[in-house]
């Protein structure tokens, strides 16, 4: 008998059919999902059968649900000891983790199980009171569980299930010799869940070290987009940038938007901008401490801020209910992040718009992109901001881009100064070295005229030499270097520099008599020294 259903719902299945309990298909149904997601149908029957599961999808097809659903079930029949988990979730950020934490909250609400976020920017106190008690469920990053490890407030000897959510990401942000050490120190025999939105050689290899005979579950081509994402390039300059993000906030009908940067001080330039030009924008990016962040993300998943201006740390595994854009800022220099940054979007069977602004220099970027998820990607135009020619532009336009900047640095450029120069502004002349050293001579000459002279010349009072605190710290001219008098060798040394207003003494003859001892020694130093030895 043919079936009448259309194609492709002939084998519709329910939560109840994946073999989950009432209590979880209940707090499922309370949470507005009906069907489960490919990755679901086909991770959760595994999981619950106790295998350990590769599972490879693209972003936003419900990797977290498929994991976390059958652990609720798993975990239900037992009792977790004191500051020893029963099961460890390792996540590679803070948003991530706190994520996972919130669903285990929605769908384990019919269930008594106890659960721990570790993560870090929050105090040791309150997480080690939660160990205390024992938790069924640990969640956390690397880093702050091997803190807490370090100091005795948790055991990793009760684990029996272990998930690595996101390993790709993992080893992009360098956390496998963290995620090795926590491996370590498990019990060898454990159930082992690896999920990743994409596969290369380098995960494949983590895979085939953490996990023994896993079931293979791969619903989507590694590193594909959602059909549901229409995906869009604008060609630009650095300079039109900011500008033509504008243009396109305001030709979209943009109910909320991540815009992705790649550095995080330029999420806060692109975020004063957009605040300056009357948007109402956030910022997040991991130099915030952790209160900032998760008011930042609250605050805009609630609709208090239309856009949010953020780094990397926000395109893995967030789920934003009803995100209807993804603006690329910057185009990532990682292929497989483009993947991650528009699969914010287009989640859950929605719709969904990304627009990446990319210059001349973005070119084997863009290219990458294309290779990795095997399409190109439309190129959009906007009037009087961006350019046809795309990224292959032209030597001329490249020099002629060059020339113009610099020009512009030599216009900012300061004029240089000469050593006895000093500069009062654009109306104002400068005197040269030149005209002050005959300015001084010549005051120093009438200065000589006008003194009385003696007979002779080296009984002439010296001049008072001027302590410490009575010298003038701050003059208003360093004043340049004379000839020496005495004819040597032109230079003063650095105590016979004239201040303003110091007498100068006179010369000193060649043949003028000696003070002091002269050629005259002493017979005392004459004697002949005595002999220590006897």
């Not at 000897?157 to 390993?167: G, H, R, S, T, Y």
């Not at 987009?225 to 229409?230: F, G, H, M, Q, R």
């Amino acid at each position: 008998m043919q079936s009448l259903l259309p194609k492709g719902l002939e084998r519709t299945l329910t939560f109840s059919d994946l073999g989950l309990s009432e209590h979880v298909v209940g707090a499922v149904a309370d949470a507005g999902y009906e069907k489960p997601t490919p990755i679901q149908e086909q991770a959760i029957p595994v999981v619950l059968m106790g295998r350990d599961v590769l599972g490879v999808a693209q972003t936003g097809t419900g990797k977290t649900a498929g994991f976390t659903l059958p652990m609720i079930d798993i975990l239900a029949s037992g009792r977790a000891k004191a500051r020893m988990p029963r099961s460890l979730i390792l996540c590679p950020t803070r948003e991530l983790a706190a994520q996972v934490a919130d669903n285990f909250e929605t769908y384990g609400k019919n269930n008594n199980l106890t659960m721990a976020l570790l993560i870090g920017g929050v105090a040791f106190a309150e997480q080690t009171q939660k160990l205390d008690r024992g938790v069924d469920v640990l969640i956390a990053t690397p880093g702050r569980l091997l803190d807490h490890f370090e100091r005795g407030k948790v055991l990793l000897n009760d684990v029996k299930i272990l998930v690595i959510d996101e390993a790709d990401r993992m080893l992009d942000m360098g956390f496998i010799p963290d995620v090795e050490n926590i491996v370590a120190k498990l019990p060898r025999i454990r159930q082992t869940l690896f999920f990743s939105a994409t596969m290369d050689k380098g995960i494949r290899k983590l895979a085939d070290a953490f996990l023994m005979n896993p079931k293979e579950i791969s619903v989507a081509p590694p590193a594909s987009t959602a059909d549901t994402v229409e995906q869009h390039i604008v060609h630009t300059t650095i300079r039109e940038k900011r500008d033509v993000l504008r243009s396109l906030i305001e030709s979209e009908e943009v109910a909320n938007a991540l815009i992705f940067c790649n550095r995080k001080r330029d999420c806060g330039v692109v975020h004063r901008s957009l605040v300056r030009h009357g948007y109402d924008a956030v910022v997040l990016h991991g130099d915030m401490s952790q209160p900032a962040r998760t008011e930042t993300l609250a605050k805009f998943k609630a609709g208090e801020a239309r856009l949010l201006v953020c780094s990397d740390v926000a395109a893995r595994g967030l789920d934003i209910a009803g995100l209807s854009h993804v603006f690329n800022f910057d185009v990532p220099t990682n292929a497989e992040d483009y993947v991650h940054r528009i699969g914010r979007t287009g989640r859950a069977g929605r719709g969904g718009r990304s627009f990446t602004i990319a210059t001349s220099e973005d070119g084997k970027y863009v290219q990458a992109i294309s290779k990795l998820i095997k399409k190109s990607i439309e190129v959009v135009e906007i009037a009087g901001l961006t350019r046809k020619t795309g990224l292959d532009t032209s030597a001329a336009q490249t020099t002629g881009d060059e020339a113009s900047g610099e020009e512009t640095k030599k216009r900012r450029a300061p004029a240089k100064r000469g050593r006895g120069s000093r500069s009062r502004g654009k109306d104002e002349g400068e005197t040269s070295t030149q005209e002050a050293s005959a300015q001084e001579t010549s005051s120093q000459a009438d200065l000589a005229k006008s003194e009385p002279k003696t007979a002779d010349p080296a009984e002439q009072p010296q001049p008072e030499t001027a302590s410490a605190d009575e010298k003038p710290r701050q003059r208003s001219r360093r004043q340049p270097r004379e000839e020496s008098q005495s004819g040597g060798s032109g230079r003063r040394s650095r105590g016979e520099r004239v201040y303003p207003g110091e007498k100068v003494p006179p010369p000193v003859p060649a043949n003028a008599p000696t003070k002091g001892m002269g050629d005259h020694v002493p017979a005392f130093m004459m004697r002949p020294a005595r002999s220590s030895v006897a």
